[in-house]
């Protein structure tokens, strides 16, 4: 059950509704966001809802019995719209376009990048400046200055900045300086750093586990939203299958799943998803279909010199032909 509390309930209220709430059997606990005030009461007794849904400072009261209680659709009227500031909003039904380098890499890299993303109108630009690599001896990012050069040349740009973060100690140093923070596959269960995610006022973008269940994801996306933020983004990055013939398996089904399970938007990774370049723009398209809220992928001017995911990463070229070609089919599945 969540109850929603009004914004401006008494001290004397909320404990009133809580105290209501154990009586009946069930564990209460707060949660306060960006947003709004709730009550999250776990149980199993059966009762009327009206008992509680009548006391003062209460807003509304809802049965949820999934799992994920917060995350999901069950409860909240109108789905989850992420505003990133400057009129750039990320919502249920839109169709929001984030394109960048795997790996931010240098000053005159980020500059053809930004040009490019300006000349097609693309709001949103990613990139990684701490890389997670399965070998110690590959490229690991260009670290905190690497993201002060790539913030400020965004800004002049007017784009904003999506960036993986890998651990709690650098969210802080992070947060000036990128609009949305990622949460990478090998992190979807790191539930030290979601917790933490949860303190900061800032969206966030969670990508699906390697061999992660959509019931992980959402409940991963719960540790966020319990924790204070529903400024909340879920990605369906590809996961790891016994196929061989490309990186990942884009599971499109996801898509349609999240959405009737969950308020917050999707997002769909068709470069990590396959792998391979030449395959990117198709899935990218049915992802598109399939009804996703938007698409993540990577982009360079010379893909075969960038640093990481080099076999995955469309030329300027390609890129605009996505865009082009995104925009158009989404026109028509309205």
């Not at 931010?104 to 990684?128: D, F, P, T, W, Y």
Request: charged share 25%; proline share 3%; net charge negative.
């Amino acid at each position: 059950m969540i109850i929603q509390l009004e914004e401006k309930i008494s001290e004397k209220d909320y404990l009133e509704v809580a105290e209501v709430v154990r009586a009946i059997g069930y564990k209460a606990t707060e949660v306060k966001t960006q947003q709004g005030r709730y009550i999250v009461a776990i149980g199993t007794k059966d009762f009327d809802i009206r008992s509680v849904g009548q006391l003062a400072g209460v807003s509304d009261v809802h049965r949820v019995s999934d799992a994920y209680k917060l995350v999901s659709n069950k409860w909240k009227v109108d789905p989850t719209s992420v505003d990133l500031g400057d009129g750039v909003t990320i919502r249920t039904g839109g169709l929001s376009l984030m394109a960048g380098p795997c790996a931010i890499e240098s000053e005159e890299q980020v500059r053809k990048i930004l040009a490019h993303l300006v000349e097609n109108g693309i709001q949103i630009m990613r990139g990684g400046v701490f890389k997670p690599r399965t070998s110690p001896y590959s490229f690991q990012g260009v670290g905190i200055e690497g993201l002060k050069m790539w913030h400020t040349l965004a800004r002049e740009a007017g784009i904003k900045i999506v960036s993986e973060v890998l651990a709690v100690d650098q969210i802080e140093t992070m947060h000036d300086y990128v609009d949305m923070y990622q949460v990478g596959a090998r992190n979807a269960q790191n539930f030290s750093l979601l917790l933490e995610l949860g303190r900061v006022n800032k969206p966030v973008l969670l990508k699906r586990g390697m061999s992660g269940t959509l019931e992980e994801l959402l409940q991963s996306a719960e540790y966020i939203f319990s924790s204070g933020n529903e400024r909340l983004l879920l990605c369906e990055r590809g996961i790891r299958t016994f196929e061989k013939s490309y990186r990942n398996t884009l599971d499109l089904n996801a898509v349609p799943v999240l959405k009737e399970k969950s308020h917050l938007p999707v997002i769909v990774d068709p470069s990590h998803g396959i792998g391979v370049r030449r395959f990117v723009e198709p899935m990218a398209l049915a992802g598109v279909v399939a009804g996703c809220d938007g698409l993540i992928f990577e982009i360079g001017e010379v893909p075969e010199k960038a640093y990481s995911d080099a076999q995955q990463t469309l030329d300027f070229k390609e890129s605009a032909d996505l865009i082009r070609k995104t925009r158009a089919l989404k026109e028509i599945a309205l």
